[in-house]
């Protein structure tokens, strides 16, 4: 079954901090991933893809077939980075329909 | 913002009772997902229509039913309520490209109460 795991529910940092937002995945097929997230009383949005290897915000997040791993890093935490944060799998039925890890909040602290 | 609507913003409901939640995509999107999340969890994915057909289903009961409209507009209706229910349902549209550079796009949510 397709399952997405981000173990840690929150993560607080300081500004200017590394942050490192941990997702791993069970996939038997290759998989496509995507990260999404949701600012305060805002709506949830794509934030990357594996697929497009981009840096969006300063965010980057590599695939690690070997480890199943797609763990989303920034080298420096800014407070507008404090959000809800998503880890994602497009599953095998429909169209980029996706199934989401349970979310990580990031408190960047000033 | 033109974007996905979604209505009612909240709503509460009976045990027992059954209920329409709307979702109304952006223009020209063909494809709406929809999902369910529970408090403190990720969104779950419910089913997805595209062109007005279900084109993928999750791990629902029956009691949880679809519909797309021409006009981009769709619903999710849930039947029988249950106190499980209780959640914020969100859809979802996105273009229906083929191939992984369709993205979705989100709607604000329904929450919903059942008590």
């Known amino acids: 079954a397709q399952r997405v795991t981000q173990p840690e529910k929150l993560l607080s940092v300081f500004k200017g901090a590394p942050v490192e937002l941990k997702c791993n995945y069970s996939?038997?097929?290759?998989?496509?991933l995507f990260w999404y997230v949701q600012y305060s009383r805002q709506r949830l949005q794509l934030l990357l893809r594996h697929i497009s290897r981009e840096s969006i915000k300063g965010f980057t997040a590599d695939l690690n077939k070997g480890e199943t791993s797609f763990h989303l890093k920034k080298p420096f935490a800014q407070e507008e980075d404090s959000a809800m944060y998503y880890c994602a799998l497009a599953l095998d039925t429909g169209r980029r329909a996706l199934t989401f890890g349970s979310g990580t909040r990031l408190q960047v602290q000033p | 913002e033109t974007g996905v609507t979604q209505s009612p913003t909240h709503l509460i409901k009976t045990r027992g009772q059954q209920v329409t939640l709307r979702c109304s995509s952006q223009?020209?999107?063909?494809?709406v997902s929809w999902y369910q999340q529970a408090l403190g969890q990720g969104p779950q994915f419910i089913f997805q229509?595209?062109?007005?057909?279900?084109?993928g289903r999750g791990n629902f009961p029956p009691r949880f039913s679809g519909l797309q409209f021409p006009n981009y507009s769709s619903e999710l209706n849930v039947n029988a309520l249950e106190l499980d229910d209780s959640a914020l349902y969100l859809c979802?549209?996105?273009?229906?490209?083929?191939?992984?550079?369709?993205?979705?796009?989100f709607g604000p949510g329904t929450r919903l109460t059942v008590l």
């Open positions: 996939y038997s097929g290759s998989p496509e």
């Open positions: 229509y595209y062109r007005e057909e279900e084109n």
């Open positions: 979802a549209s996105s273009p229906g490209l083929a191939g992984s550079t369709d993205t979705q796009y």
């Open positions: 223009s020209g999107h063909n494809t």
